[in-house]
Structure formats: structure tokens, C-alpha cells
């Protein structure tokens, strides 16, 4: 398998624009999660997904920010409008749905809110 | 709720030298943890992981050790090299309900020749 493949990797975009960042997960796994990585507040888990039903989006910071999952090798995460505290690195990872198994990250993408 | 602590870095350190990053958790039952590392510009990897009390995971040098009396999993090698420099993050996984990671802030780890 080729490992959790988000995209883009990198995104430039303006303020009051519109983003969708793309994730396909490990085939076969039934977590998915995304999260944000800033310098400021580290690591956060924005919302997961078992089955492709949202189980927690406590983590979304705003309505602004909405996330799908259409099916068990597709999510996305959509920020609307996009602003430039935004700006942050966004990670998607996956993980099987048993006991004491670890969650397998993407690269990341890179998103710059101008 | 569940939540993991884990000390301030960055830890500076001259290659060779000992390393130990601590790690504490608080979480109900009995969790899974986890140690990743994050290289720049990359995902995060898992490094090693303990499934129950006193478990020891181990991992290219690195070893932490899963101690429910004091709730810790504290990362440590005997002998760091340049390139073990490094974000390490200590994570939780509950074994009860619906699997969340839950990570910690990151230490970040630079080694100097």
C-alpha cells in the first residue's frame, strides 16, 4: 500500500478563498482523523471519522471549517472562507479499527493563507 | 479527559550523549502509547509503542517503558546521533470505545557533532 496520500502538499491561497484539502486513506483501515500542526498550539485533532460516519468534530475550530467522507477512501476538509490564522500544516491519518494499533500519517499539507 | 504531557523542549544534546524525554498520561482504563517522530518537512512516524503495564517498546536504540504505577512512558536512548534530531511526540490510544489519538505537544530534539 501506498500509505495515507493527502493533497495538495503545498497551498497558496487568499484570504476569503476557498480550500479543500484531500486525503485517501490506507485501504482497509476504518479511522480516519485530521489535524492541524501550528508552532503555537502543536498538534490538534480537528475531527475522526469510523466508517465514514464523524464520530468527534469538537476540534473543528469554526463553522468555517467543514469536513466529509463519502466513502471509506475519500475525505475531505474544507475551510470557507479560508483565513490567514489558518495558515498551518494539515495532517490526515488512519488507523484499523482494533486494540493497541497505531495510526499511519500522511505528508501533510501545507496550506498559506495570503 | 484523556491527555498526555510531555516535557518542554527543544532538548540540545551532543552526539553520543543519553537521552530521556518524559512523558506522562492521564487517561480512564488502560491505553495503548505510542512515541512518534516527526523528521522536518515530514508526517509523523511511529517510533514504538507499549500495549500494556510495564511493556517495554523498542525501536532503533530508542526504548520507553510503560509504567501504569506512575502513568509515564518516558523515551530514552543511550547514545544519540545527528540525525535522531527530531520532533517526538508521546501519544495515547483509549482501548475503550472509539479509538482517538490523543498526542502531546512534541519536544523537539536537536543533536550536534
Known sequence: DAGVIQSPRHEVTEMGQEVTLRCKPISGHDYLFWYRQTMMRGLE????????????????????????????????????????????????????????????????TRLTVV | GDSVTQMEGPV????????????????????????????????????LKATKADDKGSNKGFEATYRKETTSFHLEKGSVQVSDSAVYFCALSSNTGFQKLVFGTGTRLLVSP
Open chain 1, 45 to 108: 485533532l480537528l475531527i475522526y471519522f469510523n466508517n465514514n460516519v464523524p464520530i468527534d468534530d469538537s476540534g473543528m475550530p469554526e463553522d468555517r471549517f467543514s469536513a466529509k467522507m463519502p466513502n471509506a477512501s475519500f475525505s475531505t476538509l474544507k475551510i470557507q472562507p479560508s483565513e490567514p490564522r489558518d495558515s498551518a500544516v494539515y495532517f490526515c491519518a488512519s488507523s484499523y479499527a482494533q486494540l493497541n494499533t497505531e495510526a499511519f500519517f500522511g505528508q501533510g
Open chain 2, 12 to 47: 540540545t544534546l551532543s552526539e553520543e550523549a543519553f537521552l530521556t524525554i518524559n512523558c506522562t498520561y492521564t487517561a480512564t482504563g488502560y491505553p495503548s502509547l505510542f512515541w512518534y517522530v516527526q523528521y522536518p518537512g515530514e508526517g509523523l512516524q511511529l517510533l
